[in-house]
């Protein structure tokens, strides 16, 4: 099947379908011949008001599920279930992609797996693995009015980096979600927050992970369930604060406060 183009279709429906392209497997993060940006696509959706996709099978283009430019407040539309996989990014939501709702989809094998680009969407009950980026939620040049929509129920495991926050000046949050392990198995996965303020992670299990908020940043967590080794470092000027945390028994947990030049033993919670 060839790519789909539903630019200036303001209403449909799209059901379950397989989308194969001719770029390259997903090698590794940092790997040399991985697939790279560009004008491919599985399916593009642009400035359509209603809309409806249903267990989409998509690999091998840059970008698998390409929204942008959702004309109104009120209008949107939903992507529910499927695979995505070996595509520079699988989902992307960006230049004022809002009011978009996607759920129960599968994410692997990408540079990115989920970008969201664009203000007031909502991710749910899915996955990302073994991707470079697991999910990255970014400010964005072309979306003043950036984030500020949810995270609910996402299992984003076993990727390089498996959350990455940039540049976000309106807040997120992201609810019940679990953050698990670097791409080679038992190593660290990053949780990156840079240069982004309101970052709120409540809920869910964070384990195997290396976590870092630099000077220009904000990360509240709230009842997360710490498991495995965790290593969180502050730069001065960042804003950390952890409430109602728990570390299963054998977790490691160290954090430092200087920018990593002093590590000590962390409980979970801040004062």
Known sequence: MNSIDFTNVSEFI?????????????????????????????????????????????????????????????????????????????????????GVFVSDINVSDCVFGVVVDA????????????????????????????????????NSRHNSYNLSCQNVTLGHSLTGCNFIGGQAGADQGGIQIYNSKGIMINGGQIAYANITVDATSQLALRDVTFRGPVKITVTPGGYFDAKGCWAMPGATMTISLDGGLNYTTFSGNTP
């Open 119 to 154: 203000g007031n969407s909502n991710i749910a009950n899915g996955q990302s693995t073994r991707c470079s980026v697991g999910l990255l939620i970014d400010g964005g040049a072309d979306n003043v009015n950036n984030a500020h929509g949810s995270v609910v129920g996402w």
């Open 14 to 98: 799209f059901p379950a379908f397989n989308l194969v392209g001719s770029g390259p497997l997903y090698v590794g993060y940092g790997a040399a011949g991985n697939p790279v940006d560009g004008p491919t696509y599985g399916i593009k959706v642009k400035q359509s008001e209603t809309f409806s996709l249903v267990d989409p099978i998509i690999k091998r283009v840059a970008n698998g599920i390409d929204i942008s430019q959702t004309p109104s407040w009120q209008d949107g539309g939903s992507v529910r279930g499927g695979r995505v996989s070996h595509c520079f990014r699988g989902v992307w939501i960006h230049d004022v992609g809002e």
